[in-house]
């Protein structure tokens, strides 16, 4: 008994072992995050939103920014700058 316990809890760690190692990518960004990433304010997100065309998907009231969204604008943003 005292092994089949031994053997699950090693099956345990080794599980939570790959979900640590398993990182998963967002689909969509918040404000904040976008800003993080980003390394600018709230604010300056928010102007880039509706001065400068970033792409942005509402749900109520929550604004979201599509990660893939995100890095097609900053590349067509390089290639015009």
Same mark, same amino acid.
Do not use: D, I, N, P
């Given at each position: 008994m005292e092994r089949k316990a031994s053997v699950q809890a090693g099956v345990k760690a080794e599980m939570v072992k790959h979900k640590l190692e398993v990182a998963v990518q967002p689909l969509l960004l918040s404000i904040p995050e976008v800003a993080l990433s980003l390394r600018l304010s709230r604010a300056k997100v928010y102007r880039l939103i509706y001065? /400068?065309?970033l792409p942005v998907v509402h749900?109520?009231?929550?604004?979201?920014?599509?990660?893939?969204?995100l890095q097609e604008w900053l590349e067509r943003r /390089?290639?015009?700058?």
């Open positions: 001065y /400068e065309g749900f109520g009231r929550s604004s979201r920014v599509s990660v893939l969204a /390089e290639k015009t700058a």
